[in-house]
């Protein structure tokens, strides 16, 4: 039997902070047929907020080390701030959109990341998904919209990367739907030279990229990233892809593709 198709689609900082961008982004996603659901962070933002507050963001290798007071402070901006903003824009385009977080309908849990070299605070890494609840928001119509935060289980909230969450609730839905992830940022898409931004790489296996590893091709903040797709692609997921927010779309072709 054919499974129904689910597109997951996740943005970044970059498009959240430009209210144009958000807004072209949103159209988009509100013209995109059959179901989806949308994945933010907000890290920008609750950098903002936090400073306008007093409260230093501490950040070791592009990773930010969540204590107390930055957990309340992303709760506010991400549950909050972002997720009802979305959430809002996306009914006046007539999208009836859900704004959740991990702990609403126990959706996603994760386990308090341990303490190695770094003591990264209150992060979450994801544990498990509860993919018959989202399926019973997505049955009745809604589109979930997550944010970047997760829960212990036990009353605990937790900051938790978003590109992971993408990717796990498309590994937990791929039991139900045909998924499909686009990571979308300001870039068409992965660049062979970072000064060319038409220079997208279409397509990448495994094999292209440990060659772009070995070459030093990848910057940092691209590895997790490609991480995350293999392991989606690697766990059920049958299409990643990496671009602008215009690569859903039937008129864009310059977006890279994940294959194994």
Partial sequence: ?????????????????????????????SNLEGNKIL???????????????????????????TDAETLEVITM???????????????ALQVDAIGLTGADINSIKSDKRPIKEIDFGYVGDVKEITSHSIDKLIKADFTPVFCAITHDGNGQLLNTNADTIASTIGVGMSKIYDTSIYYCFELNGVLQDFSDKE????????????????????SDGMIPKLDNCFDALQNGVQKVHIGNTAMFTKENNNFTTITL
């Fill in 1 to 29: 039997m054919l499974k129904e198709k689910l597109s997951i689609i996740k943005i970044g900082g970059n498009i959240i902070e430009d209210e144009t961008s958000l807004a072209a982004f949103l159209k988009l996603f």
């Fill in 39 to 65: 994945v933010h962070g907000g890290g920008k933002r609750a950098t903002s907020v936090a400073s306008k507050l007093g409260i230093t963001s501490k950040m070791i290798d592009g990773r930010r080390i």
């Fill in 77 to 91: 901006v991400y549950g909050g701030l972002v997720n009802k903003n979305i959430v809002a824009k996306l009914q």
């Fill in 199 to 218: 220079s997208v790489i279409k397509n990448i296996d495994t094999e292209t990229y440990q060659n772009l590893l070995k070459n030093g091709m990848i």
